[in-house]
C-alpha cells in the first residue's frame, strides 16, 4: 500500500536543464495535483488533473507541463529550469469531487535546487 | 496582504504546555482545513471545519466564521507534536483550488 510516491526526493540542476518529477499513485485516486512550497508562503497549486487525459491550470503554471496518460501517473515536466524553480515540490491525489484535504494523499516531497 | 495569515510563525514550548496557533483569513468561506508537515516533509489533514469545533485526542480546531478567524490547541502537548501546522481555505467560488497560510513551525521540548 504505497500511496503516493514522488521521486526524486531530491535533486540538483543547472539553470536550461530540464527533467520530469515523477508521481504515482496505486489508490485508483481520479484527482492529482502538483503543489510547490517556498519558504514564508503557503503551498501553491501548480497544475492539476481531474482524470486520465485532462489536465489544468493552477495558479503557478509557468514553467511547468504536465500529461495524464494514465490514473495512476501524472509528472510534471521542468522545461527550462531557472532559479525561480527552486523548491519543494509536492504531490497530491484524492477521489474525484472530494475537493476536502481529508480525502487528500501528499506525497514525501521533492526538493529541487536550481543553480 | 496574505488572504490566510497564520501567527506565531514559530513557536517553541515545553512538553506539556497548551498551545494555541491561529488562522486569519480575508475571504469568505465554505470551509477550513488545519494540516499537519512532518519534518520529514509528509502531509497529514487534521481537520475540516466549516463552523463550530471539532476534537481530535489532544487537538482541538474551531471557527469563527463572522470574525474570519480560527484555532488549533493542542492539549498536553508532547515532542511528537512539533511539526509544521498548516492552515488552508477554500472561498465559496473556487473549485480545487485552496489558499493556503505559510504555516506555524512548532517545537515541543522535552
Known amino acids: 500500500n504505497a500511496g503516493v510516491t514522488q521521486t526524486p526526493k531530491f535533486q540538483v540542476l543547472k539553470t536550461g536543464q530540464s527533467m520530469t518529477l515523477q508521481c504515482a499513485q496505486d489508490m485508483n485516486h481520479e484527482y492529482m495535483s502538483w503543489y510547490r512550497q517556498d519558504p514564508g508562503m503557503g503551498l501553491r497549486l501548480i497544475h492539476y488533473s481531474v482524470g486520465a487525459g485532462i489536465t489544468d491550470q493552477g495558479e503557478v503554471p509557468n514553467g511547468y507541463n504536465v500529461s495524464r496518460s494514465t490514473t495512476e501517473d501524472f509528472p510534471l515536466r521542468l522545461l527550462s529550469a531557472a532559479p525561480s524553480q527552486t523548491s519543494v515540490y509536492f504531490c497530491a491525489s484524492s477521489y474525484s469531487g472530494t475537493v476536502s484535504l481529508l480525502g487528500y494523499t501528499f506525497g514525501s516531497g521533492t526538493r529541487l535546487t536550481v543553480v | 496582504k496574505n488572504e490566510v495569515e497564520q501567527s506565531p510563525q514559530n513557536l517553541t514550548a515545553q512538553e506539556g504546555e497548551f498551545i494555541t496557533i491561529n488562522c486569519s483569513y480575508s475571504?469568505?468561506?465554505?470551509?477550513l482545513h488545519w494540516l499537519q508537515q512532518h519534518p520529514g516533509g509528509g502531509i497529514v489533514s487534521l481537520f475540516m471545519l466549516s463552523s463550530g469545533k471539532k476534537k481530535h485526542g489532544r487537538l482541538i480546531a474551531t471557527i469563527n466564521i463572522q470574525e474570519k478567524h480560527s484555532s488549533l490547541h493542542i492539549t498536553a502537548s508532547h515532542p511528537r507534536d512539533s511539526a509544521v501546522y498548516i492552515c488552508?481555505?477554500?472561498?465559496?467560488?473556487?473549485?480545487?483550488?485552496?489558499?493556503w497560510g505559510a504555516g506555524t513551525k512548532l517545537i515541543i521540548k522535552p
Open positions: 488552508a481555505v477554500r472561498g465559496y467560488d473556487s473549485n480545487y483550488q485552496l489558499i
Open positions: 475571504v469568505g468561506i465554505s470551509a
